[in-house]
């Protein structure tokens, strides 16, 4: 048997992704074999572009600053934490307290146990489809097996999975979650349909756990709106999964915020450090931190609260507030939208384009066996139709995500400008061209 150095994520040891990257700057990256290619997709944490100079300045200055840990007081972490509150949440009376994490994994985990000391409940409420962490209660709440640490067999799929160490209950893939505002039911009632269990689903329950991306799915502001008043009806907590959404995916600082009901936990990373560095955090309402009282929350981890994750942190939220990044991303949101319906229109490969507000979109394609959930249970190998979208998207200059065997995302830096965007679309729409004709002749 081979032993090799590196396991890659999601990867035998043998096996090496398609994609090599030199280096990124801005919305450009370059590739492994040198050419340039303009970032549809690479990385959903990246909002601010890649090596935006005022954050790399800010991290490089850190750096220099030596190693602090989470036990020993340092003034820039604090500032962190004021400045989340005061830049991304200013708007957001109710979110008072903020605990910092090595990555929204951590957060995911720490936030569902808090929950659990909170209430003495045990069981959590989760979605099908949904991606909340890889590690602890995180893992376990999420339904979206593709990404649960597994062993596969690359043959013939057959999966070895270590058992849950919680009861997670779940709710099923709302119908609310397909298609754009435009074209959502205006009569659907989510509280009578998709979620017509969610209320029996929460009794005795700690906490329910939200994503707005993962899975093909986009839940409308309604069905969060919904599921946090049966869940404040049931006495379990709201933790609003803003992984992906934070900061400004959506047009809005938060997703929540296109609905009415506020969250009592929020969990972040990816987009918090800008992608310059590793970072989650937990943001606690006020209420939350009512219950915890003057009792210490005694959790701690070496790289919590690194010099240089606050570094990025601070820097990203001041470049997404002078450089106008939400707002952006709502304006440019709306071609997206626009141009999005029409591409898909156009090639019979696409099932459905996903995605509310905002620049993000995720092309569901027309996979085989995609009506299958097993298919959302993941396995080793992805499905041919979005690599091959990726690579001649790569071919035509433009990198379209891939995260999933279903569905290619275009979930850019939030600096892109109209020209990139016009470019990445461009490039998916031949792509899926090439995708339509390899359906056709059953070359799948
Ligand atoms: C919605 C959501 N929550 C949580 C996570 C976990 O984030 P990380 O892998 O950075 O810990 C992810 C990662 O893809 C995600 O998409």
Not at 2 to 27: C, N, W
Not at 250 to 277: C, M, N, Y
Not at 316 to 336: D, F, M, P, Y
């Amino acid at each position: 048997m081979r032993h090799a150095t590196f396991l890659p994520s999601m990867l035998a040891p043998d096996e090496r992704t398609q994609t090599y990257i030199k280096q990124g700057r801005g919305v450009e990256l370059t590739l492994g074999d040198g050419r340039t290619v303009i970032d549809g997709g690479s990385l959903s944490s990246c909002i601010v572009g890649h090596a935006h100079p005022k954050v790399v300045a800010a991290v490089q200055e850190a750096a220099e600053k030596g190693s602090i840990g989470d036990g020993t007081g340092w003034d820039p972490r604090e500032q962190a934490a004021e400045n989340l509150l005061r830049i991304a949440f200013k708007d957001e009376d109710w979110a008072k307290g903020v605990a910092l994490f090595i990555s929204a994994s951590e957060a995911a985990d720490l936030g569902l146990l808090l929950a659990q000391t909170l209430t003495g409940r045990e069981p959590f409420v989760s979605r099908e489809r949904g991606y909340h962490g890889a590690v602890g209660l995180g893992r376990s709440v999420s339904f979206n097996k593709l990404w649960k640490p597994k062993l596969v067999a690359g043959e013939n799929g057959s999966e070895v999975l270590p058992p849950e160490p919680a009861t997670i209950r779940r709710l099923p893939v709302p119908e609310c979650g397909h298609g754009t505002p435009a074209t959502y039911d205006p009569d659907h009632r989510c509280i009578e349909s998709c979620l017509r269990d969610a209320p029996k689903l929460l009794e005795g329950a700690a906490a329910v756990i939200m994503d707005s991306t993962q899975g093909s799915v986009s839940p409308s502001p309604a069905y969060h709106d919904a599921l946090a008043e049966a869940a404040r009806e049931a006495g379990a907590l709201w933790i609003a999964d803003e992984t992906v959404t934070a900061f400004g995916r959506f047009g809005h600082w938060f997703s929540f915020q296109r609905g009415e009901q506020r969250p009592d936990l929020v969990q972040l990373g990816k987009g918090i450090t800008g992608g310059a560095a590793p970072g989650g955090a937990l943001v606690l309402s006020e209420q939350v931190l009512e219950q915890i009282g003057d009792r210490r929350w005694t959790t701690s981890s070496t790289f919590r609260g690194h010099p240089v994750t606050v570094a990025a942190i601070s820097a990203t939220l001041r470049v997404v507030e002078e450089e106008g990044l939400v707002e952006r991303s709502a304006e440019l949101g709306l071609e997206l939208a626009r141009e999005a319906d029409a591409i898909a229109s156009r090639h019979p490969c696409v099932l459905r384009v996903v995605g509310g507000s905002g620049l993000l979109r995720q092309f569901q394609l027309d996979v085989p066996e995609w009506r299958t959930e097993a298919k959302w249970e993941g396995g080793l190998k992805v499905d041919s139709l979005p690599e091959l979208v990726h690579r001649e998207g790569v071919e035509r200059g433009a990198y379209i995500g891939i995260f999933s065997g279903q569905t290619v995302w275009v979930i850019p830096p939030l600096i892109i400008s109209r020209d990139q965007l016009a470019h990445v679309l461009e490039a998916l729409d031949e792509s899926l061209a090439v995708a339509d004709r390899a359906l056709e002749g059953g070359r799948l």
